[in-house]
């Protein structure tokens, strides 16, 4: 296929992914360089938000750099948080921690409660406004290269392959869209990011990356029960003290909350199953009081990178830089990126526009790096990086990090220096022979769910008749390597049921069975397998989840 001569779109900026760093971009260069720039957002989602999932609490002081008067311009922000609780779980109490005693830097005071799918829906119609083109439906699916090896623009819009790669009775070749400069602001552990990662050497001086799983359900409760802005965060039961992680409980507009919980993907036993974790936790005696009586509307599930500082990869290279959460600017202590997310699109935009007035094309955008590596998300994000290498020591790493964040609020650095992350999550996977088996509550339909009915509640959708979104290295892997020494994990980590292992009927042993149709673009695979022999690819576009108010 790569032979084939597609037709060519050109503009100034291509940029990769119409969530808040993309479309925070494309809105400020329009902002600084009107006409004279032209600009295109790419969006493999159905639509814009389509693909979005966040908590999400939002710190706006990424909206206000970019869009000052968007209350006038009616964004789709109205909750602003009011009541914050911060509790430790047992199996049946909680142990509430005054506010006196967190870190500064934690509060959520001034934040708002929203859907981040919404905002973006939002943001994406003040850039069309202003003479941005965005184009949802249209999967980035391979790079393109220019002559001297710099990154030149991106294929998108290809459709109609066959399972087997070749194309099908109704094929549609797709087009190069061309830029000066390309941006990627595809999310955590974004496919084509990984790529310019991988061949430009970007994370040669970075530590491992490390994410978390976070899944997500919205629930419409008893009005009794409901607060307006109110919220919860939780770390404790149900996980145990080998693997990290906490919940989010946010009260929003119209009896709704957020019901969401993350595990730490450097967990060791190859046995614990995250979405049953999720699923036990809401039957805790406070969040099932909550919960009992309502009903719960939708589902998703999505990795957030929580590396910090310590992980950020060079961020620029020849034709391109990556944005946001590609690569890896969210606070993984306050559990929140989109500010982050939108400041490194404005720095990214202006540093862009700087270049093109200088009639400049294809070179790194060094401007960039070094707003992002000295300005204010730099700030953000430094005085938190030790929460994550010292949390997974424990009780006693928690209770350090805490510390950190205290010495950091009140003299603008960590108390510990930097501490290494160590090893990645795919390597952190312990054997199975090392690790007693958990069990899990059977769902009871009214409060936990089983993952095949929740993941339907994602919208999600794939046409079966092309090629597996979801590659295996070596085919063999599964059933030879990770089924005997990690009981493949791949049947528990993954939060939609994508992957089984099940016994052939003609007694020829187990087989390995991929149910990519269900697959919600979480990206957990791509980081957790342990032989690290599963690849996450774009699917053709508009497929996936479609997430109406994530």
């Not at 862009?352 to 790194?364: F, I, K, P």
């Not at 609020?409 to 795919?426: E, I, N, R, W, Y």
């Not at 089984?500 to 990519?516: H, L, R, T, Y």
Request: net charge negative; hydrophobic share 35%; proline share 6%.
């Amino acid at each position: 296929m790569a032979e084939i001569e597609r037709e060519a779109m050109e503009y100034d900026v291509v940029i990769i992914g119409a969530g808040p760093a993309g479309l925070s971009a494309a809105i400020r260069i329009k902002q600084k360089a009107g006409d004279d720039v032209s600009v295109v957002v790419l969006e493999k989602g159905s639509e814009v938000g389509a693909h979005i999932l966040s908590g999400a609490i939002l710190d706006v002081s990424g909206l206000n750099e970019l869009i000052p008067d968007w209350q006038e311009k009616d964004a789709p922000i109205k909750t602003a948080v009011g009541t914050d609780h911060f509790h430790v779980f047992s199996e049946t109490g909680k142990k509430t921690i005054p506010h006196a005693f967190m870190p500064p830097l934690l509060s959520n005071k001034g934040c708002y409660i929203v859907s981040m799918g919404n905002v973006c829906r939002w943001m994406a119609e003040q850039a069309e406004a202003i003479g941005v083109e965005v184009f949802p439906g249209f999967a980035a699916s391979e790079l393109v290269y220019g002559e001297n090896g710099e990154v030149a623009g991106v294929v998108a819009g290809e459709f109609g392959l066959n399972p087997d790669g070749t194309p099908g009775p109704n094929y549609e070749l797709g087009m190069e869209l061309r830029g000066k400069y390309v941006f990627f602001s595809e999310g955590a552990r974004g496919s084509l990011s990984q790529q310019l990662i991988e061949k430009f050497d970007l994370a040669k001086d970075a530590d491992h990356q490390k994410y978390g799983l976070g899944m997500k359900e919205i629930w419409e409760i008893d009005p009794a029960k409901h607060k307006l802005g109110h919220v919860e965060h939780s770390m404790g039961w149900p996980l145990d003290k080998d693997a990290g992680g906490g919940s989010f409980i946010y009260h929003l507009e119209d009896n709704q909350v957020y019901v969401g919980f993350v595990v730490h993907l450097d967990y060791k036993n190859p046995h614990l199953f995250p979405y049953g974790e999720f699923q036990k936790f809401k039957h805790h005696p406070h969040v099932a009081e909550l919960l009992k009586g309502g009903r719960r509307t939708a589902y998703g599930a999505r990795v957030i990178s929580g590396g910090g500082i310590q992980s950020l990869p060079k961020m620029v290279f020849p034709g391109g830089a990556l944005l946001g959460c590609a690569a890896g600017t969210l606070n993984f202590a306050r559990l929140k990126g989109n500010h982050n997310a939108m400041l490194s699109g404005i720095a990214a935009a202006d540093a862009a526009v700087e270049a093109l007035s200088a009639g400049r094309a294809g070179d790194e955008l060094t401007a960039y790096e070094t707003e992002v590596r000295t300005g204010p998300i730099f700030k953000d994000i430094d005085k938190v990086r030790n929460v994550k290498p010292l949390g997974k020591k424990g009780p006693f790493g928690v209770m350090l990090s805490g510390m950190d964040m205290w010495w950091a609020s009140l003299f603008g650095k960590p108390l510990f220096g930097t501490q290494s992350h160590g090893v990645s999550d795919a390597e952190a996977t312990g054997k199975a022979a090392d690790y007693p088996k958990l069990t899990y509550p059977k769902p009871d339909g009214e409060l936990s769910f089983d993952r095949l009915t929740n993941v339907s509640f994602s919208f999600t959708n794939h046409a079966e008749e092309q090629p597996c979104h979801l590659k295996l290295k070596d085919p063999s892997v599964p059933i030879e390597k990770t089924l005997p020494e990690y009981d493949e994990p791949s049947q528990r980590y993954c939060p939609a049921g994508v992957y089984e292992v099940v016994e052939q009927n003609d007694g020829s042993g187990p087989k390995f069975v991929i149910n990519a149709q269900n697959c919600v673009h979480c990206k957990t695979c791509d980081i957790k397998d342990p032989a690290r022999n599963i690849v996450w690819t774009t699917p053709q576009g508009g497929e996936g989840p479609n997430y109406p108010n994530m």
